[in-house]
């Protein structure tokens, strides 16, 4: 199992956030070629801005480890993190975060080195599915 | 009531955390003059990096007005709000951050502006009575 097959796990959560009229974003955590937490964005089921599906998905392996450090873990997220998540990712001192699509608006990179020093980056796997998948739910909304 | 009077429910709230031996922090959310959310740190008990003061208030306000946008609401903390938290703040577009002492290592500030352009932010209320509790944490700790 590789990069490509957890993203397409990602992309499964972000199609349940679509199915719910939700900005379709996905994620899940690894932890040795296992999936231990999931989350899919849920902001208007619940009212809540911190229902991010990374923030769920952080939420879940830690409560599924038992420990809120996740070194040894990698996020899966299909879209590029905004700053809260870029900031929950920093506390939980993720090994890896691979992300999707960029997110030049929202995404945390533009305000520079907001991962933890020990985080690894990787960008881009599955882009155009993970972007597509947005701009889909724009292009229905506008209708 | 003002910003101090408010500033103290979040000292009380810290004091809860301390009490629980988690880092004393506190927080809560004004609408009107009146408390719709309260929160303390809470990640060593949740075992979750999530569980930060602010992000507990914010859930909590959200949850009480049924509206995840506090446009018109305050957040009072005790310490300058972490990445996440602001973060969690930008997206709740709250009309105002009102927070007690500096936290120059973790705080929001040393990355720029990351509030909402609409978020007005006031600092040093009650600073020292907000940063005695985290003096004397970390102090009792290294005993």
Avoid at 11 to 21: D, G, P
Avoid at 39 to 59: C, F, K, P
Avoid at 73 to 80: A, D
Wanted: aromatic content about 10%; charged content about 25%; hydrophobic content about 40%.
């Amino acid at each position: 199992m590789n990069d490509d097959f957890f993203m397409l796990q990602a992309l499964q959560e972000a199609q349940k956030a679509l199915a719910e009229e939700e900005i379709p974003i996905g994620a899940v955590v690894v932890f040795e070629n296992r999936i231990i937490g999931r989350g899919y964005n849920q902001t208007e089921r619940l009212r809540d801005v911190t229902a991010h599906a990374e923030m769920l998905a952080l939420s879940s392996a830690a409560n599924h480890v038992g420990n809120k450090y996740l070194s040894d873990c990698t996020l899966y997220v299909t879209i590029e993190p905004c700053v809260m998540c870029a900031g929950a990712s920093y506390w939980a001192q993720l090994g890896q975060v691979v992300f999707g699509a960029d997110e030049p608006k929202v995404g945390f990179r533009r305000f520079g080195q907001l991962l933890h020093p020990r985080t690894r980056l990787r960008s881009g796997v599955r882009a155009e599915e993970c972007a597509g998948l947005m701009r889909d739910f724009f292009n229905l909304k506008r209708k």
